[in-house]
């Protein structure tokens, strides 16, 4: 028989809800060389990375992190889209490709040669140019195509230019040469693609690292995570990058 206090303090857990699973991820605010960053650290062995693009109870873009489900813990733009946001390249999303490999050069910044593909799986993420990705052909659960890349080999994109005056909001995701840890860094005042290459390769060491996005690129920390919480406003999104329980 359940007494009377043990089912008073069951009926207020089920009335609170179960609490979000702990997080190994974590965010923080850093300046470095002059320019402010947040800058998320994400195990990739234990906590779960993948992407969102469409709601499958009304096949539409998700769009805001609003929409997300609760169990989101961080979210940032996960690539370049068309206006009706679909993805401009490459995209993969629970093993289904619903946009092909885009090889070649282009206009803008996705197709600044070499760009890359976040290649994601259970436990593992890499950062592969896109060339490379070509010939390799990895299985991916998720993935997504932009440009450029910042960091390829542990050297900065040959087009970066110290003294360029090309300063926007960017983010973008590196890999740790191990293969163990997965940066995801939003830049909190306009930079160029020097500086935001130089924060990954020469502060956290990554020795591969893409560009996501530019000028609307916005932050999601959920209140439970270090360094939240945080929700950046701005106009709907296509792909999304996120860290879930």
């Known amino acids: 028989m359940i007494s009377r206090i043990s089912a008073t303090a069951l009926l207020c857990a089920l009335w609170m809800g179960v609490p979000h699973a702990a997080s190994a991820a974590e965010c923080a605010a850093e300046r470095v060389d002059g320019n402010r960053y947040t800058i998320c650290r994400v195990d ?5 990375v993948r992407l969102f693009l469409n709601d499958p109870e009304t096949a539409q873009p998700y769009g805001s992190f609003s929409a997300l489900p609760d169990t989101v813990q961080i979210a940032m733009n996960g690539g370049m889209y068309h206006e009706d946001r679909r993805p401009v390249g490459h995209y993969v999303e629970d093993g289904d490709t619903v946009m092909r490999v885009i090889p070649n050069a282009g206009p803008g910044n996705f197709g600044l040669l070499p760009n890359g593909v976040l290649c994601l799986n259970d436990g593992s993420a890499r950062v592969v140019e896109t060339l490379r990705y070509v010939e390799e052909a990895p299985a991916c659960r998720y993935a997504t195509q932009s440009g450029p ?5 542990g050297e900065l994109h ?5 003294d360029s005056d090309s300063r ?5 995701v590196g890999m740790s040469p191990d293969g163990a840890t997965l940066w995801m860094a939003i830049t909190d005042n ?5 500086a935001f290459g130089s924060l990954f390769r020469d502060h956290l060491g990554a020795d591969q690292a893409l560009f996501l ?4 690129s916005r932050l999601y920390i959920r209140d439970d995570v270090a360094g939240g919480p945080r929700l950046d406003g ?4 296509g792909p999304i990058l996120a860290v879930t329980d």
């Open 44 to 48: 990739v062995a234990t906590d779960t």
């Open 149 to 153: 890349m910042l960091v390829i080999d």
């Open 158 to 162: 040959p087009r970066f230019l110290p």
């Open 168 to 172: 926007k909001r960017r983010n973008g």
């Open 190 to 194: 306009a930079v160029t693609f020097h």
């Open 213 to 216: 996005d530019g000028s609307i």
């Open 234 to 237: 701005g106009p709907r999104m």
